[in-house]
């Protein structure tokens, strides 16, 4: 049954927008991921967190962001939930809620439930995403820094890299490419351990504007 169920969830739309708005509390956006090509939508920087962690889990073929809404009956009243993630790896389906631990409210715990349930009948697994072992999330974003080839299709490396040799400033050497913004964010990407400025004349530094 599982099968039937999620052949259409995975081709549909999210249940919800994602809206941005000035005075909001939450942090939404969009995360890239590798193992799937394109970019998903997160509602706050912990499900960014989470979609980063499935890019990592080496099995993940696709994601879904808010697959579908739930409507169960709780306390005498209707209510509805809208779960965060459906992931597919090679193996198996994981319907996924994202929640701060510290966040978690009875309600919350109640959606969680009707959840749970649903993804039993489907024959999925079901996880809330509540907190992180102590420096995983740090590890995570350490290696995600790196995972992408840095191209220079503007060639404003060879510029940095001759322009550095005469002890330049940050500020001085963005500007002498030509194509500042650009050659600054160049530079800040660069810095890494096995960047590409690892190759700047050491006089160079940690040389800033």
Sequence with gaps: MHDLVQEPVLTSDPMRHFTWRRD?????????LTSTGRHHGAES?????VLLALDFAGDVVDVVSQPLKISFGACG???SHTPDYLAVPRR???LIDVRPESLIKESDRESFAAAAEVAVVCGWRYVV???WREHAFAGLDAMASRRRLRSDPLGLRPVLLAEAGGGRRF???AAATGC????????CTCCGPGGWASTWPPCLGTARS
């Design 77 to 79: 009243k209707r209510r």
């Design 45 to 49: 920087l912990e499900e960014s967190r």
């Design 180 to 187: 500042e913004p650009v050659a600054r964010a160049s530079c």
């Design 129 to 131: 995403a509540a907190r």
């Design 92 to 94: 198996g389906v994981w």
């Design 24 to 32: 909001q509390r939450h942090r939404p956006g969009l995360q890239f």
């Design 171 to 173: 500020g001085e050497l």
